[in-house]
């Protein structure tokens, strides 16, 4: 089935989200439509799912215009959306969450689970998308619970079928079979959309590609000649330099040593099991694995956030085992933690107060119980500068701030202390490609000064782009450590899947 | 098919010049958040008050009657203001308890049993001292009620602290105990009058009482100096949330714990010290009542203050002055409700149902910004965390 969206034009206050938007996707071919974030991609998704009316502009699916009122009728009319975030119930089977709205009944409302068990199978058949309808979802891996979403709205009857950045939560071994049901989806006439940020991924899996920013189309590429450096100046709307200059490490006395170190559980089950690692003065260590692997445990328990249960951390020659978190973030540990809105700032404090945020109490921001908002303002005006916080006005909600710049903000509170040891985890997830390109320069400036910097990512380009040393975490345990120079991402991805482990 | 927009609005709306769009937008909606809904709220409830009256078999005019005793018997006269502040005293301070505790993100429902122990503690001290000079007899009968009602909210404080128990659930069940102490203290021969069969306690010393300020005028004004001390606990409560360190951290974890515990402040050592604020303020308010009105204490002598903060706390949007002014608000309905009762004939109970109507108002913003066809959406008052947190 063809799609082509013509003039399509949303504008919600204050953002013009899509602003004449035309673009066309075929039958059997993979549209790749790319952009930072707020260029408009969602808007326009959520246009064309019949979440959204388009203010004016149309939607043509073979050459008749459509007219969405509600999702239902996006639906039937064929399109599909394969979301981000899996709308599954875990404790359903396969075949209970594919039905979920479209039961199959007997005897008027009696699940007929038998049916549902072999409409999964038979769509599962036909596209090569290997599931057992019988398998509880929550015992599922993700790459298969996305086939699930994906059989979810073959069932529905899609033939246009929209991922939203679908390779966010896989393996890269996944990534590598979720390209192969994408060949075979295309190859049974499917159109698909891919929506990603990923430029490395749209060049290998497209047909062709379409760039947003601002809400406007602002080129198409040909995936055969295009190379990444010229889609992220298309994105961003200027030259990019997508890699990270920086001269060899020069690693100088241990300033994080963990040895040993297990947490347990309430249930007594192990989130980090026996971790040594050791980060030197003035090197970046990457800590490479796919979430929820005992990264974010890692960084809790260097922080004293989580208690752990046995073994020793030491900062320097201090062993900081069993300090309180205000301790420890003193005595010199920076913290960019991975959740930029659920802990990194108070979305309804203003800028100012959120680049005191954990330093408030201490001179001269503070004075015995009294805040001294003279201090506080000219430090955050001094900082919003430094660290190109736009816009600059310190009295702004935080919430009212991009996500580059939001964590731009976090980056300078938490940069700017004069500290040994910097913890950054998940630097630059989900922010445009020119604060990534100006949060990384800071990690690398940082290394240089001297401080001993440790990076978690599940963004293998970003591990290598900025790490001297990688370790991988595979099932709160470290299975790798690996020099950065004389490893390659298929390597790190094959410890990151568990394999020879 | 072209936007419909021209190239210059594109243009300021795509790149928003000097302070954002959305920043002007963020203090627009401060705006109607604070002063426009609930200004709206309470003429919204007044109209379908009016609709009630009308509804119970009065004429418009007769209606029109009531509402103009209400204004009189409010602030027509010297005699109604001072009815008005003297309400307004005691809600004054049960709001600000409510609304401290809704900054740290809690919920406190115990006003009701922290005012009673308040007022209890006020009154033994009020009573079993003699000889004192009321410079400090007084004094010492306050900080008996803010010691009880501190007592008070540290038991919900400690339990949430260190057991998870919701403060909605503890304080509420900690008002069913107060109220019954109070029954039970005031048969006792320590607290109940001599020669009384019924649960009446003794009377305070004069030494304890607040003086009145208006007596010299008119011997039936009661406005009292409570007054003075809830102002001053406005002002204090307003200087420690915003001004200190410590309002500082109770903000954050109100406004996102995860993040205030990142920040390396205590959540628990929070949760505690804020209920203990809290119970001290509505400690102070029933003591208050003790000191300032009644003289004496009987079951259930806090009428309800402890439940009517929170509806001020909420009408005053959380902030300090926003109570003082909704606190007054209600002070001068319930003056004015007598006024209306005795020659309008319409009764009190009104003013219990314009009073749930504000707050059904002002808890439901969307619902104002329809019915006044509001542009932009309002954001609805974060007043409490949900009851799985």
Redesign the interface.
């Known amino acids: 089935m063809e799609l082509e969206l013509?003039?399509i034009?949303k504008?919600f206050?204050?953002?013009?989200a899509n602003?004449?938007v035309s673009l066309t996707a075929r039958s059997g071919q993979v549209l790749a439509l790319i952009g930072e974030n707020g260029a408009g991609k969602s808007t326009l998704m959520n246009i064309l799912s019949g979440i959204y009316r388009p203010?004016?502009?149309?939607i043509v699916l073979n050459g008749v215009v459509q007219k969405f009122n509600d999702p239902g009728e996006a639906i039937k009319a064929g399109i599909g959306m394969v979301h981000q975030h899996f709308m599954l119930v875990p404790v359903f089977t396969v075949a209970e969450n594919v039905v979920l709205g479209v039961e199959p009944t007997v005897f008027g409302n009696v699940l007929n689970t038998k049916k549902a068990n072999k409409e999964v199978e038979e769509i599962s058949q036909k596209y090569g998308l290997a599931v057992d309808p019988k398998a509880k979802i929550e015992d599922l891996a993700v790459g298969i619970q996305q086939r699930v979403e994906i059989i979810k709205v073959l069932l529905r009857g899609a033939k246009i079928l929209v991922f939203d950045e679908p390779t966010a939560v896989l393996t890269p071994q996944e990534v590598i079979e979720f390209f192969g049901i994408v060949a075979e989806l295309k190859s049974r006439g499917a159109t698909i959309i891919f929506i990603t940020h990923k430029l490395k991924e749209a060049l290998a899996i497209a047909d062709s590609i379409t760039v947003l920013r601002?809400?406007r189309v602002v080129g198409h590429a040909d995936p055969k000649t295009a190379t990444q450096e010229e889609l992220a100046s298309m994105m961003v709307g200027r030259e990019i330099d997508l890699t990270v200059d920086k001269t060899p490490a020069k690693p100088g006395a241990p300033v994080l040593t963990m040895s040993s170190v297990t947490m347990t559980d309430d249930f007594g089950r192990d989130l980090l099991d026996n971790i040594n690692l050791e980060v030197r003065a003035g090197e970046i260590v990457g800590v490479a694995g796919i979430q929820g692997n005992g990264q974010t445990e890692l960084i809790e328990a260097i922080t004293g956030?989580l208690p752990i249960a046995k073994g020793s951390i030491k900062l320097k020659d201090v062993d900081i085992t069993g300090f309180?978190?205000?301790q420890i973030?003193?005595d010199g540990v920076a913290?960019v933690?991975e959740?930029r809105n659920?802990?990194?700032?108070?979305?309804?404090?203003t800028v100012a107060?959120n680049l005191v945020?954990?330093s408030?109490?201490s001179q001269p921001y503070?004075r015995g119980?009294?805040?001294q908002?003279a201090s506080i303002d000219e430090s955050a005006r001094t900082l919003v500068k430094d660290y190109d916080v736009r816009?600059a006005?310190i009295e702004?909600?935080a919430s009212?701030l991009s996500g580059g710049n939001a964590q731009k903000m976090i980056v300078a509170r938490e940069f700017s202390r004069d500290v040994p040891l910097v913890l950054c985890a998940q630097p630059t997830r989900g922010i445009d490609v020119g604060s990534i390109e100006y949060i990384h320069e800071q990690i690398v400036r940082k290394r240089d000064e001297g401080i001993a910097i440790l990076v978690v990512s599940t963004e293998l380009d970003e591990i290598f782009a900025l790490s001297d040393r990688i370790v991988v975490m595979f099932d709160g345990k470290i299975v790798a450590t690996l020099n950065a120079s004389e490893t390659n991402p298929t390597e790190v991805g094959l410890y990151m899947a568990g394999k020879n482990s | 098919?072209?936007?419909?927009?021209d190239p210059q609005t594109?243009e300021d709306?795509?790149n928003?010049k000097d302070?954002?769009?959305?920043?002007r937008?963020?203090t627009a909606a401060d705006w109607r958040s604070a002063i426009l809904i609930p200004f709206l709220a309470v003429l919204s409830a007044l109209i379908i008050g009016l609709v009630i009256i009308i509804l119970t078999g009065s004429s418009f005019a007769e209606a029109m009657n009531a509402y103009l005793a209400l204004l009189q018997g409010s602030v027509g006269s010297l005699r109604a203001i001072s009815e008005t502040l003297t309400a307004a005293t005691p809600l004054i301070l049960a709001g600000l308890s409510v609304a401290l505790a809704f900054r740290a993100g809690l919920f406190n429902i115990g006003g009701e049993g922290q005012a009673l122990i308040g007022g209890m503690f006020a009154v033994w001290v009020g009573f079993s001292i003699t000889g004192l000079p009321f410079f400090i007899h007084l004094p010492l009968a306050i900080i008996a009620g803010i010691v009880g009602g501190a007592i008070w909210g540290f038991i919900p404080g400690i339990l949430k602290a260190k057991t998870g128990a919701h403060e909605v659930i503890t304080t509420i069940m900690l008002n069913y105990i107060a109220l019954r102490l109070v029954d039970f203290l005031l048969k006792t021969s320590i607290f109940q009058r001599e020669g009384r069969n019924d649960p009446v306690s003794k009377n305070i010393e004069v030494s304890a009482e607040y003086p009145t300020l208006l007596t010299g005028i008119d011997s039936a004004m009661r406005v009292h100096a409570g007054l003075f001390v809830a102002l001053g606990a406005a002002f204090l409560i307003y200087w420690l949330l915003f001004?200190?360190?410590?309002g500082?951290e109770f903000?954050?974890v109100g406004?996102?714990p995860?993040?205030?515990?990142?920040?390396?402040?205590s959540v628990t050592k929070v949760y505690i010290l804020v209920m203990l604020i809290a119970g001290a303020l509505a400690g102070t308010a029933g003591a208050g009542q003790v000191l300032g009105v009644l003289g004496r204490t009987t079951p259930g002598f806090t009428a309800d203050l402890g439940f009517d903060g929170i509806a001020v706390a909420l009408l005053g949007r959380s902030n300090p002055w926003g109570v003082v002014a909704a606190a007054i608000l209600f002070g001068g309905l319930r003056a004015g409700g007598q006024q209306m009762q005795v020659s309008a004939n319409v009764g009190i109970d009104l003013i219990s149902v314009i009073q749930a109507l504000i707050i059904l108002f002002v808890a439901a913003p969307a619902l104002i910004s329809a019915i006044y066809r509001l542009k932009?959406p309002v954001a609805s008052a974060q007043i409490s965390k949900g009851w799985g947190s």
């Open positions: 013509r003039g034009t504008a206050p204050g953002v013009l602003d004449d203010d004016s502009g149309e601002g809400g956030l309180k978190p205000r973030h003193r913290h933690p959740d659920e802990m990194g700032m108070i979305g309804s404090f107060e945020l954990d408030y109490y503070s119980l009294r805040l908002s816009p006005h702004n909600m009212t | 098919m072209s936007s419909q927009l594109r709306l795509v928003p302070r954002s769009f959305t920043q937008l963020a001004r200190t360190t410590i500082f903000r954050a406004a996102n995860s993040a205030a515990r990142y920040a390396g402040i932009t």
